[in-house]
T-cell receptor, first 111, second 116 residues
Framework: AQSVSQHNHHVILSEAASLELGCNYSYGGTVNLFWYVQYPGQHLQLLLKYFSGDPLVKGIKGFEAEFIKSKFSFNLRKPSVQWSDTAEYFCAVRGTYKYIFGTGTRLKVLA | EPEVTQTPSHQVTQMGQEVILRCVPISNHLYFYWYRQILGQKVEFLVSFYNNEISEKSEIFDDQFSVERPDGSNFTLKIRSTKLEDSAMYFC??????????????FGPGTRLTVL
């Protein structure tokens, strides 16, 4: 079955701390992976995407993610978070006709 | 940069009423989708649509739901008789193609539906 697991449901960090959000997927076809961010009251915004090639993907706002095929993982990282990174983060894998989203991780960054 | 637009941004309705949520996908896109997000929960796939037909639908997309592309630009989601549990944010998305590895869906800003 196609699924996405995000292990951290709530994360609280201080500004300048490093961030890593876990994402594991289960999908048998060609893997396309995405991270979206949703700021409070706003819509989904694409942070980064992986289709093929270099497994280390750089996105907007200083985020990056690494695709590790052997671990079925696509973890999101940022070396130094800011208060403005407070948001909910969703990992997604592309299925045949649809995106399959994880349950999301709520990140709160303390100033 | 082209974007998906949705109207209205917020819809309030009484239980049992019909609602139509509207989306204008990116103009050269051929595949259209609806997702919903109940408050505090994950984004869930509802339906995909291509060539005036439903390609896939989830268990959520029962007979109360329908989709239509009434003209060359709009893509609508109709809920025939709304229930309290239909209260959610509904996102429309579109993509240029499906089969290649470079499919990317572009999401609209969402319509928040509140059923009273």
């Amino acid at each position: 079955a196609q699924s996405v697991s995000q292990h951290n449901h709530h994360v609280i960090l201080s500004e300048a701390a490093s961030l890593e959000l876990g994402c594991n997927y289960s999908y048998g076809g060609t893997v396309n992976l995405f991270w979206y961010v949703q700021y409070p009251g706003q819509h989904l915004q694409l942070l980064l995407k992986y289709f093929s090639g270099d497994p280390l993907v750089k996105g907007i706002k200083g985020f990056e993610a690494e695709f590790i095929k052997s671990k079925f993982s696509f973890n999101l990282r940022k070396p130094s978070v800011q208060w403005s990174d407070t948001a909910e983060y969703f990992c997604a894998v592309r299925g045949t006709y649809k995106y399959i989203f994880g349950t999301g991780t709520r990140l709160k960054v303390l100033a | 940069e082209p974007e998906v637009t949705q109207t209205p941004s917020h819809q309030v309705t009484q239980m049992g009423q019909e609602v139509i949520l509207r989306c204008v996908p990116i103009s050269n896109h051929l595949y259209f989708y609806w997702y919903r997000q109940i408050l505090g929960q994950k984004v869930e796939f509802l339906v995909s649509f291509y060539n005036n037909e439903i390609s896939e639908k989830s268990e959520i997309f029962d007979d109360q739901f329908s989709v239509e592309r009434p003209d060359g630009s709009n893509f609508t989601l109709k809920i025939r008789s709304t229930k309290l549990e239909d209260s959610a944010m509904y996102f429309c998305a579109s993509s240029a193609w499906r089969e290649t590895s470079y499919n990317e869906q572009f999401f609209g800003p969402g319509t928040r539906l509140t059923v009273l």
